[in-house]
Nanobody, 123 residues
Framework: QVQLVESGGGLVQTGGSLRLSCAAS????????VAWFRQAPGRVREFVAW????????AYAESVKGRFLIARNNAENTASLQMSSLRRDDTGVYYC????????????????WGQGTQVTVSS
């Protein structure tokens, strides 16, 4: 079992930056891929970014490419999401997820989830 705790959310103006962190406890997650998803009010949870467990391979949603950067530190059992050039449509609750049993960008395929951290981008 892996417990995930996100932090770093908050209120930021359009064009600003935030860095989200995901801390894992329980079993180490260095053998699991890690992803970030987000959910805006009234919308389904959507894929944001993914990083492999055993290589520097990453993937991003088209909407965040070039603005967001996912990273992980297996020694510290943490993952992060550096978000820049934030837009109002980046607003939502951001979730860290680990251990996909299928597709890397499918929320339903992830076994472990954090409780989420709110990101609000205002103009």
């Amino acid at each position: 079992q892996v417990q995930l705790v996100e932090s770093g959310g908050g209120l930021v103006q359009t064009g600003g930056s935030l860095r989200l962190s995901c801390a894992a406890s329980g079993r180490t997650f260095d053998s699991y891929s890690v992803a970030w998803f987000r959910q805006a009010p009234g919308r389904v949870r959507e894929f944001v970014a993914w990083i492999a467990w055993n290589s520097p391979a990453t993937a991003y949603a088209e909407s965040v490419k070039g603005r967001f950067l996912i990273a992980r530190n297996n020694a510290e059992n943490t993952a992060s999401l550096q978000m820049s050039s934030l837009r109002r449509d980046d607003t939502g609750v951001y979730y860290c997820a680990a251990y996909s049993t299928g597709r890397y960008n499918s929320a339903e395929d992830y076994r472990y989830w954090g409780q989420g951290t709110q990101v609000t981008v205002s103009s």
